[in-house]
């Protein structure tokens, strides 16, 4: 009979973002604390030089071992915040709510991102929220959408995944996103580094989002900036903003592409 192999090597680990998962996979739970065990006692420092999410730091601090932990990239110590002082899902809740009722221009955020996103629902006639535009290939406008009617109970997705073609409205409302002034676009492009003024990566990475989710995202950015907030709470918002960065862009994985 084989025996079951050591809980040391079960593969145990924490949840993860699907941004982390190439870039920070969380080690072994089991495989951290048997080496923490094995190698120090409590009262002892353990200190994490390439922290990729302090993992090993938590482990540690865990057993009553004192800790440093060293991160070298932004997207991990927002991380490593969360894994060392994850936040009251209350008082994340709460920040959520209040920056989506924020006032900018007299309109709430939340209302402001969603006001480029309305739209007729195609059985009823009203309005609805899209949840997805679809894009051809080619092509200034999108094709289709989805959506759900409060309503009459319509759904732009039928059982068979098939979507909703846009109306005029849409496509001229597409048509005319594109042709404004693109400040959010500017805005975005501008915060990427760059060995020398006037490389074209910034620019070819902004233009991977439609104008509306650059209006969106330049709507999240600005107020997550501008406001103090605990650091777990803001860590946790930054990161949710980064967690929308790859399912709102072209690369998302469909048949056309939705914005
Ligand atoms: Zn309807």
Redesign the pocket.
């Known amino acids: 009979m084989v025996e079951p192999l050591s809980t040391h090597f079960r593969p145990l680990r924490g949840s993860l973002m699907p941004a982390f998962e190439g870039l920070a996979a969380p080690p072994s739970e089991h495989l951290v604390a048997a080496e923490i065990e094995a190698r120090t006692v409590p009262g002892d420092v353990v200190i994490e030089l390439h922290g990729r999410g302090a993992w090993v730091t938590r482990s540690a601090l865990d057993r009553l071992r004192r800790v440093y932990d060293i991160e070298s990239i932004g997207l991990t110590r927002l991380q490593a915040e969360l894994v060392l002082r994850p936040p009251d899902v209350r008082h994340l809740d709460a920040a959520v709510n209040s920056l989506a009722v924020h006032l900018r221009a007299g309109v709430g955020l939340r209302s402001a991102i969603l006001a480029s996103f309305t739209s007729?629902?195609?059985?009823?006639?009203?309005p609805?929220i899209v949840e997805e535009f679809i894009w051809p290939g080619e092509g200034d406008a999108p094709s289709h959408k989805t959506y759900r009617?409060?309503?009459?109970?319509?759904r732009g997705r039928s059982s068979v995944g098939l979507t909703v073609s846009v109306d005029d409205e849409d496509v001229r409302a597409a048509r005319e996103m594109g042709r404004a002034p693109p400040a959010a676009r500017e805005f975005l492009r501008a915060r990427f580094p760059t060995p020398e003024s006037g490389h074209p990566l910034p620019g070819q990475l902004v233009d991977l989002y439609s104008p509306r989710s650059l209006e969106a995202f330049a709507l999240l950015v600005e107020r997550l900036e501008t406001d103090l907030r605990a650091p777990p709470i803001e860590a946790a918002l930054r990161l949710a903003v980064a967690h929308m960065l790859l399912p709102g862009s072209r690369l998302n994985r469909h048949p056309g592409r939705a914005a």
């Open positions: 007729r629902c195609a059985a009823c006639g009203r609805v009617c409060e309503v009459c109970g319509g």
